[in-house]
């Protein structure tokens, strides 16, 4: 694993063409909107609301699952009937609190300049990860927003990651998933890409250690050195 902080590091890396990345707690910070669209929904129920850590917990693997963890159930038409309501009110919030990390837009620009291919991969619907990158302005950068047709090809199942390198035209080795979470660390590794995680998001420096990612960025600068380091 390399760790890029403020200096490039030389010879022996490739140069990657298509440059893949997560949403939530990557690209944007969106914790606290999804956390007000968790209680919301909460307390239609008449249940105690979560606090930001907890329902921070239960993101990354899609909404149905995150609705059956804040109420530990899994009875499939409540769990519907819920996912149901979060969207609702989250379509209508979710940039209320949302922010683009800093140096994200500058970094995806200079990618975007040096030719390289940028998409997102992500377990969040794709009608909501459109309107989020749209109001936040960053959409423009990106090829193509995949989100999973299917609970079954939610990260880290890699079918929607090959699926992205077949269509872009690149290959496996020249392709770098970079995210927060550890789907997004195994879904690189089922797939055989690189991958690069990122300490500034929702699950920290010392769990993204333990998986053990190719690289590791510590702020979104770190992605530029990265690149200019495999070239």
Same mark, same amino acid.
């Given at each position: 694993?390399?760790?890029?902080?403020?200096?490039?590091?030389? !010879?022996?890396?490739?140069?990657?063409?298509?440059?893949?990345? $997560?949403?939530?707690?990557?690209?944007?910070?969106?914790?606290?909107?999804?956390?007000?669209?968790?209680?919301?929904?909460?307390?239609?129920?008449?249940?105690?609301?979560? $606090?930001? @850590?907890?329902?921070?917990?239960?993101?990354?693997?899609?909404?149905?699952?995150?609705?059956?963890?804040?109420?530990?159930?899994? /009875?499939?038409?409540?769990?519907?009937?819920?996912? !149901? /309501?979060?969207?609702?009110?989250?379509?209508?919030?979710?940039?209320?609190?949302?922010?683009?990390?800093? !140096?994200?837009?500058?970094?995806?620009?200079?990618?975007?300049?040096?030719?390289?291919?940028?998409?997102?991969?992500?377990?969040?619907?794709?009608?909501?990860?459109?309107?989020?990158?749209?109001?936040? +302005?960053?959409?423009?950068?990106?090829?193509?927003?995949?989100?999973?047709?299917?609970?079954?090809?939610?990260?880290?199942?890699?079918?929607?990651?090959?699926?992205?390198?077949? $269509?872009?035209?690149?290959?496996? $080795?020249?392709?770098?998933?970079?995210?927060?979470?550890?789907?997004?660390?195994?879904?690189?590794?089922?797939? !055989?890409?690189?991958?690069?995680?990122?300490?500034?998001?929702?699950?920290?420096?010392?769990?993204?250690? /333990?998986?053990?990612? @190719?690289?590791?960025?510590?702020?979104?600068? +770190?992605?530029?050195?990265?690149?200019?380091?495999?070239?």
């Amino acid at each position: 694993m390399r760790i890029m902080r403020a200096t490039p590091l030389q !010879g022996g890396m490739p140069v990657f063409d298509l440059y893949l990345f $997560d949403l939530d707690g990557t690209l944007v910070d969106t914790r606290r909107d999804i956390a007000e669209a968790v209680n919301h929904v909460l307390q239609l129920h008449a249940r105690p609301v979560a $606090d930001l @850590t907890t329902v921070v917990s239960w993101v990354g693997d899609g909404l149905d699952d995150m609705m059956m963890r804040a109420f530990q159930t899994d /009875e499939r038409e409540f769990v519907g009937e819920l996912v !149901g /309501e979060f969207r609702s009110y989250y379509m209508d919030h979710c940039t209320d609190f949302s922010y683009v990390y800093e !140096g994200c837009s500058e970094t995806l620009t200079s990618l975007q300049e040096r030719g390289t291919h940028l998409s997102v991969l992500t377990n969040k619907p794709q009608d909501l990860s459109l309107e989020i990158l749209r109001h936040l +302005g960053i959409l423009q950068f990106f090829d193509r927003v995949v989100g999973p047709s299917d609970a079954d090809l939610r990260k880290p199942n890699p079918s929607n990651l090959v699926s992205l390198v077949r $269509d872009i035209g690149t290959s496996k $080795d020249r392709t770098l998933m970079v995210g927060d979470s550890r789907n997004d660390i195994l879904v690189a590794r089922n797939a !055989g890409v690189a991958s690069c995680g990122c300490t500034f998001g929702y699950i920290g420096r010392d769990a993204l250690l /333990e998986l053990d990612p @190719t690289y590791l960025i510590e702020t979104w600068p +770190g992605l530029l050195l990265l690149a200019d380091s495999t070239n």
